[in-house]
């Protein structure tokens, strides 16, 4: 049975004079518990936009998600979300922002600062607890936001292309963090990026959308056994071979076009 379900859900947004833009059309998808899921499709195909609608951030125009059985008609404290930039307060260290939601869901005491070290220990930031956000690198100040995320142990976690603004190495240092990460809390999560590497790495499943209107257009299984690494190895072909399979699902319409021209 799914614990995460999206039925039927579709997105108009009016924009100027009362025009209507069509952002998502009939999206139905089913998440199992602990999946990885990641999200991929050209820029304005509505992926972020689903991704609000399921944090409960944005209502949809028609359809619903579920999330354990559960209508999202209002942000959850059951979910996390991850956005590209770290967003950190510069006034606070390190281990302040991770405790910052945990603050403000009014939840004191010894385990819960005994996680927040767990955590910032699994990502690689022991040591790190008194620093504050300018004396930390792109690529650390992410781990501490990833960090926050979880530290109110959300069923789900919802990350936007949250590795986008960081160089390939930093990228590929963190997707694998992540995946160490999410093996070991069992998180549901989905994953929207534009980067079919980081796409096959992550994912359980890639979900190609369509150009707006977004639609589901095909779901990819990714069945190579993890820890993943793009690094020369045994996966490297499978890899190479979903990488391959999506840029031709992504490039196809445009394909068409030049074609007709």
Known sequence: MPFLKIVNVSKVFTVGK??????????????????????????????????RIVAGLVSASAGHV????????????DVGLMLQKPALLPWRT?????MLPLEIMGKKGRKYRDRAHELLETAGLSGFEGSYP????????QRVSLCRSLIHDPAVLLMDEPFAALDALTREDLSNELQRISARHNKTVIFVTHSIEEAVLLA?????????????????????PRPRTLRKSEQTEALAQASSELRDLLFERADVAEAAA
């Open 94 to 98: 390190t281990l302040e922002n991770v």
């Open 204 to 224: 359980d499943r890639v979900v190609v959308m369509s150009p707006r209107p977004g639609e589901v257009k095909r779901i990819i299984p990714i069945g190579v």
């Open 66 to 77: 579920e999330i354990g059985g559960s209508t999202v008609d209002r942000p959850r404290r």
């Open 134 to 141: 300018r004396e930390l690198s792109g690529g650390m100040q």
């Open 18 to 51: 009362g025009a209507a833009v069509n952002a998502l059309h009939r999206i139905n998808l089913d998440v199992r518990e602990g999946e990885f899921v990641t999200l991929v499709g050209r820029s304005g195909c509505g992926k972020s936009t689903l991704l």
